[in-house]
């Protein structure tokens, strides 16, 4: 289990999954942005908005049609069981229904946040 990397490191929370799968979760930047969208979720939220919000922070704001399908494509046929198989979410009614946040995004939300700001 990956926890703090450092003293006083970068995550409150440990993060139960191995370094390899940590590294092959975020290699894509997709899934790096519906990890900080379902750290950020409370409770529930429609496979749609996960989209919409992923679709905005890829292309922006006046993300077109064709690339909203092309997010959403890609997370109905592979994201989401990539993200529930890491606890990142829930899709008990599969890919297109509802997702739950799980117990892995908000710690490796924090995680990718501080990678950030060092980065810079």
Known sequence: ????????????????????????????????????????????????????????????????TNQRTT??????QQHVSVLEDADVLSAPDGPSGVLYPGENAPPIAELLTYVDEISD
């Open 1 to 64: 289990m990956l926890g703090r990397l450092l003293t006083g490191g970068p995550v409150s929370e440990p993060i139960a999954l191995s370094r390899d799968d940590l590294f092959t979760l975020c290699r894509v930047e997709r899934r790096r942005h519906a990890i900080a969208v379902m750290a950020e979720v409370e409770t529930a939220i429609p496979m749609r908005t996960l989209v919409e919000e992923v679709t905005a922070r890829e292309f922006g704001p006046n993300a077109t």
């Open 71 to 76: 997010v959403y494509t890609t997370f109905y």
